[in-house]
């Protein structure tokens, strides 16, 4: 199968059913032009990745993106460039990111790992097997509502009209939640804490909100997170309507699972619309979050426009709005302080990555210094 750029708009396009569009069709044309061929990444592992294609899918080398930043690493879900031929082939360019679901990474450098990207629906994945942990999903809906944040900087070409992921929180394995007032109360508490986020109980067992999952989900891209045992993989299965993803049973003393989804794949969906599922998270660190986690905590930030001070650190400021609100009991402490934590933990990875940037700014202009330098000392050695 051949592929011409005169092709790229029409919806028989054989990657439309990746979401390829008239947008992804006008970033393209300067690389058709190239000769190059358009693709997305479905699945990296180990510095090589699966790309579909319009002929296929192929197996691509990343080595010519940037592979010392992290950020610009190839992922899933994102759209590329690659050589038609060779062997082995290669992906030449990232196109830009119109989202990125983004989180810092354990390691002491404070960088930023991208989970997944050009994705229009983060599906928070939440187990009712367990205890509800609103701590841990407060974290997930910060870093959802600020995935838009910095994605279209990351790739090259021009920037990409502005995009929004949407987040979904679902709450899975409700069949173990058998009584429907027990239920109602668990969506409740957790609509309080998502402020204008859907919260939708499923169920793969008995298809309890599948239909409405799969309808939410029928259009664009979804990545699925969420901790091991979640039921994600069984929820990606029961969407395709075959066992693709491999599952285990959760732990039956504390429904933890045992990450047997090892990498990020992207899957396409019967009914229309691309599912990434993930491997369980064990940590979610913020990553320029500060957005995120002012909407998740807009009604705190909206008592704090109301404080008599424009600077109150609500503790013991006199005309306090936010510690009012704690004392009539119509704003739970655990909320103020889930807040704190996380604006907190924010701004101190954003301390250190400014940090990190200007210790390798530093570093970069010594080295095109001393090269510099030896580059005049060889010049003058050779006009003496």
């Not at 400014?354 to 202009?365: P, V, Y």
Request: glycine residues 10%.
């Amino acid at each position: 199968m051949s592929f011409s750029i005169s092709q790229a708009s029409t919806p028989s396009h054989p990657l439309a059913p990746y979401g390829w569009d008239d947008a992804w069709a006008d970033t393209f044309a300067p690389y058709a032009e190239q000769g190059l061929l358009p693709g997305r990444v479905v699945r990296v592992d180990r510095g090589r990745c699966d790309v579909v294609t319009p002929d296929g899918v192929v197996r691509a080398d990343t080595a010519f993106v940037v592979p010392r930043d992290p950020m610009r690493i190839v992922c899933t879900g994102d759209w590329v460039a690659v050589d038609p031929d060779g062997d082995p082939q290669f992906v030449r360019t990232l196109l830009p990111r119109r989202t990125a679901f983004v989180r810092s990474t354990s390691s002491q450098r404070s960088e930023g790992q991208v989970l997944a990207t050009n994705i229009d629906h983060v599906v928070i994945c939440v187990s009712l097997a367990v205890e509800l942990d609103l701590g841990r999903l407060e974290r997930f809906l910060a870093l959802a509502m600020s995935s838009t944040a910095g994605a279209a900087l990351l790739g090259d070409g021009p920037r990409p009209v502005d995009h929004e992921a949407r987040p979904l929180v679902l709450l899975t394995k409700a069949d173990l939640v058998p009584d429907v007032t027990t239920l109602s109360h668990l969506v409740e508490d957790v609509e309080r804490i998502a402020p204008g986020v859907q919260v939708l109980p499923v169920s793969s067992a008995t298809a309890e909100g599948v239909d409405v999952f799969g309808a939410i989900v029928g259009g664009g891209t979804s990545v699925l997170l969420g901790i091991s045992g979640a039921g994600k993989s069984t929820l990606a299965n029961t969407l395709l309507g075959e066992d693709v993803m491999h599952v285990q049973q959760a732990r039956e003393v504390d429904g933890k699972g045992r990450h047997t989804t090892t990498t990020r794949n992207l899957l396409v969906l019967p009914g229309g619309g691309v599912l990434i599922d993930t491997p369980g998270l064990r940590g979610v660190g913020l990553w320029d979050a500060e957005a995120g986690v002012g909407q998740v905590f807009s009604e705190i930030e909206d008592l704090a426009r109301q404080c008599r001070f424009h600077d109150c650190a609500h503790t013991s400021e006199p005309g306090c709005a936010v510690t009012a609100a704690i004392e009539d009991g119509s704003l739970p402490e655990r909320r103020l302080d889930s807040y704190r934590k996380l604006l907190r933990e924010n701004h101190r990875i954003a301390a250190k990555t400014d940090a990190r940037l200007r210790s390798e700014t530093l570093r970069e202009w010594k080295r095109r210094g001393a090269e510099g330098r030896a580059a005049m000392e060889l010049k003058r050695g050779r006009t003496r």
